[in-house]
Antibody, heavy 118, light 106 residues
Framework: EVELVESGGGLFQRGGSLRLSCAAS????????MYWVRQAPGKGLVWVSR????????YYADYVKGRFTISRDNTRNTINLHMSNLTTEDTALYLC???????????WGRGTLVTVSS | SYDLTQPPSVSVSPGQTASISCFGD??????VCWYQQRPGQSPVLVIY???KRPSGIPERFSGSNSGNTATLTISVTQAMDEADYYC?????????FGGGTKLTVL
């Protein structure tokens, strides 16, 4: 089955760090751009970060630059999101998403919930 | 930064046509995608590159994009179409989502 499965969420302290992981199955990540998108409870979709197919370039939304780092390991078919200096506004469901290079997002994971407490 | 604006909510009667708009500066010069998110589920791509349907998406879903407005149209709306819909475009190297529109079928 073609799917993305996120892990690593939980309850964290403000100012702390964590790493989210996304495991792909049923396809090879190496052909796709990969994204992290987040959704705060009851709110809309917000783009967080992306990495191109070979991982040589990464991009971030302004509000996470310098705090979040996206990485990928195509040999293990996984991507990660390292999050640091957490704020309560980082509380959200974090969704791992794939897409053909430069186009749309065609496969979404179910997400992993990150809660940051003060 | 680039903004995409959607109406918060749209209501439609079953069997009628629903139209959901997405407004952005010179949006017609960009490709727009639309995602459907049913309650408790992850988003699903329903339209890409303005008006193309992925495999498995009913023909009832169509899209257009011109000027400053992109539109998702759902004809013969069914109860199962009740969901949140998000438009999405690219602003240089960044992904931008609209705020989402809750479609109610009543």
């Amino acid at each position: 089955e073609v799917e993305l499965v996120e892990s690593g969420g939980g309850l964290f302290q403000r100012g702390g760090s964590l790493r989210l992981s996304c495991a792909a199955s049923g396809f090879s990540l190496s052909s796709f751009w990969m994204y992290w998108v987040r959704q705060a409870p009851g709110k809309g979709l917000v783009w967080v970060s992306r990495t191109i197919s070979d991982g040589s370039k990464t991009y971030y939304a302004d509000y996470v630059k310098g705090r979040f780092t996206i990485s990928r390991d195509n040999t293990r078919n996984t991507i990660n999101l390292h999050m640091s200096n957490l704020t309560t506004e980082d509380t959200a469901l974090y969704l791992c998403v794939r897409g053909p290079p430069g186009k749309y997002m065609d496969l979404w994971g179910r997400g992993t919930l990150v809660t940051v407490s003060s | 930064s680039y903004d995409l604006t959607q109406p918060p909510s749209v209501s439609v009667s079953p069997g009628q046509t629903a139209s959901i708009s997405c407004f952005g500066d010179e949006l017609g010069d960009k490709f727009v995608c639309w995602y459907q998110q049913r309650p408790g589920q992850s988003p699903v791509l329903v339209i890409y590159e303005d008006n193309k349907r992925p495999s498995g998406i009913p023909e009832r879903f169509s899209g257009s994009n011109s000027g400053n407005t992109a539109t998702l149209t759902i004809s013969v709306t069914q109860a199962m179409d009740e969901a949140d819909y998000y438009c999405q475009a690219w602003d240089s190297t960044s992904v931008v989502f609209g705020g989402g529109t809750k479609l109610t079928v009543l």
